[in-house]
């Protein structure tokens, strides 16, 4: 019988300790390639390796082109598939003399692919869930299963927090003092101040450009 692992991810709310957030996650063993994957269907089926990869590449290819025609695409047995979009930033530009342009309206040629959305098949799922029912499940990370999500404040809501009270002291912050305040490294703090600043709801703005950029309250 196979065996399956699993562990209890606490979500410390540094800001809220009485509201930390629990969730219970499967340590997954690895990830079957495609060659081991289409080995397996092979034994469950009378096609040929080289049929079977035929197959694969042609829905591969035709769910890419009916995806990005705007059709929503249903896969027998799988599920169904389509497309979600978002309006490219709106970044204002500069002259020749560092002065800020108009920014330029936004019209459908800003608008970029955003995600793949998925939406299962019933059938499926009952398939998946009888195959997991039947799998021997143990607990790790010792007696209590728990482990602690490492990042100091794990939700985004709450680094904004950290990060508007840090520049209601300071006219200014940098990608490097959000990294040292949240404990992110710099690439995850770089990252996420982007996405931050584009979204009016967490209260931050960029000034500047390149590695010029800080970031003050809206």
Do not use: C
């Amino acid at each position: 019988m196979n065996e399956i692992e699993y562990y209890k991810l606490e979500q410390r709310n540094i800001l809220d300790p009485e509201n930390n957030r629990s969730v219970h996650r499967l340590k997954h063993k690895g990830r079957i390639g495609g060659e081991q994957f289409i080995k397996e269907v092979v034994h469950r089926s009378s096609y040929n390796k080289a049929v079977i990869t035929g197959v694969l590449i042609g829905v591969a290819d035709e769910l890419a082109e009916q995806l990005g025609k705007g059709f929503a695409v249903e896969l027998p047995g799988i599920g169904v598939f389509s497309i979600g979009v978002k309006m490219k930033t709106n970044k204002k530009q500069a002259d020749s003399e560092g002065n800020e342009t108009e920014e330029k309206t936004l019209d459908a040629r800003y608008l970029r692919l955003d995600h793949i959305n998925y939406r299962k098949n019933k059938d499926l799922y009952k398939a998946v869930d009888e195959q997991f029912r039947k799998q021997k499940i143990s607990r790790v990370y010792g007696k209590e299963g728990v482990r602690i999500k490492k990042s100091k404040y794990p939700q985004v809501k709450n680094r904004m927090i950290v990060a508007r009270e840090f520049l209601a002291n300071h006219p200014f912050m940098t990608v490097r003092d959000y990294a040292t305040i949240t404990g992110l490294s710099y690439s995850a703090a770089q990252r996420e101040l982007k996405a931050s600043w584009e979204d009016p709801a967490y209260g931050i703005a960029a000034k500047g450009y390149g590695s010029h950029r800080v970031y003050i309250l809206r």
